[in-house]
């Protein structure tokens, strides 16, 4: 047992370890810069790090769960264990939206456990893509019946209907992509291919169909999302709350409406900063001018107090991130580690993109965190579960590597 922690901790991913720590604790820093102000009007004077506080217990905890994680849970028992975790998290969920549904109350889409809420819909999207990717990789290469396909399709079909239900749209989004993108990068088994029975040609057109939905599907939620607005009659957005969020061009002509507020003050944070920030601590909009400063819109505060510079630092540093998860993805021997790998890098550029799209204005704002830097538990919790997944597939892989080599040399 003793050789076998000793293997894990000189395994890790050096580069994914360093950078999942820089942002996990700057994340936070960032926090205390953003909602000091907040804090302390909300919580008191005595309270000006009541967010960073918890946001840094919360970072200190997710660290302390992936050790554990790391020593003792190998990807054999990934499967089952997402799968019931899934399970739960859907059962817990759907019972609070049906009861909301039938009181008449309001369907938010959170948990509440001693005191601290969760957001069941971060924790979904981390659990599907492990269970949904294991699950896909064993039945590509015909280690699972054919027919129980269905199971996870299933489950991911309920879970964004679930979502949706509950309000959380963002997310909701995130997943059907997420979905989507797993399913086509997904082969059909080589025994239905080549079979000629009539079961199997069905089911083999139902899958390659099924990746021409998810494809077609995926480009038409991006039509929506950004032309949704050209497409939908102006008096139905109007009447939606929900669907008035279509309504993303030319925020600051629409100051007095929410999402035209919080957008133009986003604007003008990143206008304030300029090159190099006007200086940690000397943000103007993060004080109740810019609405979530330290959660979804923390980005254009960081940029406001050190400037684009740092903005785009940020952002190289996530795609450098994000390579190198894609790089883990490609060189893992096993098609089901493949597959997670590539649904969680998936997973992760997502939540950038539909973060960053909204503040900026390119796509409708849908209030989704951005990754290690915007405030919330559940959050961080699950990204940083995510990198934790992302270890012990490296680390594996790296096993498995050296063993290859061991027999090469065994063999000759």
């Known amino acids: 047992?003793?050789?076998?922690?000793?293997?894990?901790?000189?395994?890790?991913?050096?580069?994914?370890?360093?950078?999942?720590?820089?942002?996990?604790?700057?994340?936070?820093?960032?926090?205390?810069?953003?909602?000091?102000?907040?804090a302390t009007l909300t919580?008191?004077?005595?309270?000006?790090?009541?967010?960073?506080?918890?946001?840094?217990?919360?970072?200190?905890?997710?660290?302390?769960?992936?050790?554990?994680?790391?020593?003792?849970?190998?990807?054999?028992?990934?499967?089952?264990?997402?799968?019931?975790?899934?399970?739960?998290?859907?059962?817990?969920?759907?019972?609070?939206v049906f009861s909301n549904v039938i009181t008449g109350g309001i369907s938010t889409l959170t948990i509440n456990i001693a005191g601290i809420q969760l957001q069941p819909a971060e924790f979904l999207k981390l659990f599907l893509t492990i269970y949904v990717g294991s699950f896909l990789g064993k039945w590509s290469n015909c280690g699972k019946p054919k027919w129980l396909i269905i199971f996870p399709l299933s489950m991911c079909l309920f879970s964004v209907i679930l979502v949706v239900a509950g309000g959380d749209l963002g997310s909701a989004a995130i997943m059907l992509a997420?979905?989507?993108?797993?399913?086509?990068?997904?082969?059909?088994?080589?025994?239905?291919?080549?079979?000629?029975n009539k079961s199997d040609?069905?089911?083999?057109?139902?899958?390659?169909?099924?990746?021409?939905?998810?494809?077609?599907?995926?480009?038409?939620?991006?039509?929506?999302?950004k032309f949704g607005y050209k497409i939908i009659p102006e008096e139905l957005l109007n009447q939606s709350q929900r669907l008035s969020r279509l309504i993303y061009t030319n925020p600051c002509d629409r100051y007095e409406e929410q999402t035209g507020y919080q957008v133009c003050n986003g604007y003008i944070a990143i206008d304030n900063g300029g090159l190099f920030g006007v200086g940690a601590g000397k943000s103007v909009q993060k004080y109740l001018y810019l609405p979530e400063s330290h959660t979804d819109f923390i980005f254009p505060i960081i940029v406001e107090e050190f400037g684009v510079i740092t903005g785009v630092i940020i952002i190289l540093?996530?795609?450098?991130?994000?390579?190198?998860?894609?790089?883990?993805?490609?060189?893992?021997?096993?098609?089901?580690k493949s597959i997670i790998c590539y649904g969680i890098g998936i997973y992760f550029m997502l939540h950038i993109f539909?973060?960053?799209?909204?503040?900026?204005?390119?796509?409708?704002l849908t209030g989704v965190p951005l990754p290690f830097l915007s405030y919330?538990?559940?959050?961080?919790?699950?990204?940083?579960?995510?990198?934790?997944?992302?270890?012990?597939?490296?680390?594996?892989?790296?096993?498995?590597?050296?063993?290859?080599?061991?027999?090469?040399?065994?063999n000759k």
């Open 201 to 225: 040609i069905i089911l083999k057109k139902a899958m390659t169909s099924l990746k021409y939905i998810a494809v077609i599907g995926l480009f038409g939620s991006v039509a929506l999302l």
């Open 376 to 410: 919330g538990g559940s959050s961080c919790l699950a990204i940083i579960g995510a990198f934790t997944v992302i270890q012990r597939i490296y680390i594996e892989n790296q096993i498995e590597k050296k063993n290859r080599e061991i027999n090469k040399i065994v």
């Open 43 to 96: 919580y008191g004077k005595s309270s000006p790090y009541f967010f960073f506080s918890r946001q840094l217990i919360f970072v200190i905890a997710s660290f302390i769960i992936a050790i554990i994680i790391l020593k003792t849970v190998d990807t054999k028992a990934y499967e089952p264990l997402s799968g019931i975790a899934s399970l739960v998290i859907l059962g817990i969920t759907s019972i609070k």
């Open 1 to 38: 047992m003793k050789k076998r922690k000793v293997k894990v901790l000189r395994n890790l991913n050096k580069w994914i370890l360093v950078l999942t720590i820089i942002f996990a604790f700057g994340g936070a820093f960032f926090i205390l810069d953003a909602s000091s102000i907040s």
């Open 317 to 336: 540093l996530y795609m450098f991130l994000t390579y190198l998860i894609f790089k883990v993805a490609t060189n893992t021997y096993d098609l089901s």
């Open 354 to 364: 539909v973060n960053l799209g909204g503040v900026l204005g390119i796509i409708p």
């Open 178 to 196: 997420l979905f989507a993108l797993i399913i086509v990068s997904t082969p059909i088994r080589k025994d239905i291919i080549n079979s000629e």
